[in-house]
Structures are given as C-alpha cells and as structure tokens.
Nanobody, 124 residues
C-alpha cells in the first residue's frame, strides 16, 4: 500500500519557521515529481512548491511563498521536505504532500498520491 505521511506542522508566531516532512512508503518516489499543496478554511487547495526528479531536481514555487519556502528531497530516505521561513498569518492552512504528477506540476489534479495533511497555524 502506497502511503505519504506528513509531519512537522504546528503553531508558530508570525516571522517564525517550521519544517514539514513527508515520508513515502510502499514504492520509491525517487523518479517522480513531488509537491506541497495547502488548503485554508473555505478555500480551494492551492499549489505551494514542487520538485522534479530530472535535470538536478528543478524546483518550482508559488509566487506567494517564493523566497521564503524551500522544497527539498532525500531519495535515499524517500522523503520530501518544506522549510518555511518568515511565516505569515496567511500561510495558515492544512499542508498536503503529493507525489507522481502526470501533468502540470502546479495542478492538484495531476498527482496520484496524497498524504492526509498537517496543520500549520501562524499567529499574528
């Protein structure tokens, strides 16, 4: 059974940092694109960041997080991480790990596998 399990969410003050991790099991994810999405209450799930598996792990970010968040992967451990710095209250959301995009990396419909999500709350 293929699973993605997120960890590292929590409550942090504005300006603070958190690191999210996503551990994959049931198959290797070293040759697929992996990504993070987030969903705030009453809003649609939106793209945050993605990392490809070809050409040296290219990374992609939503404009709202560019320069503050960094996505990385450890293929040996089958994990992907999201380092979040300079957090803002508007970053508050449930963050989801996704893997194996068959289409556009920024579209949630492209991904085959999803984690259950981890809550990130940023207080002002």
């Amino acid at each position: 059974q293929v699973q993605l399990v997120e960890s590292g969410g929590g409550l942090v003050q504005a300006g603070g940092s958190l690191m999210l991790s996503c551990a994959g099991s049931g198959r290797t994810f070293s040759s697929v694109t992996m990504a993070w999405f987030r969903q705030a209450p009453g809003k649609e799930r939106e793209f945050v960041a993605a990392i490809s598996w070809w050409s040296g792990d290219n990374t992609y970010y939503a404009d709202s997080v560019k320069g503050r968040f960094t996505i990385s992967r450890d293929n040996a451990k089958n994990t992907v991480s999201l380092q979040m710095n300079s957090l803002k209250p508007e970053d508050t959301a449930v963050y989801f790990c996704a893997a194996d995009a068959s289409g556009s990396y920024y579209s949630r419909r492209s991904y085959t596998y999803w984690g259950q999500g981890t809550q990130v709350t940023v207080s002002s």
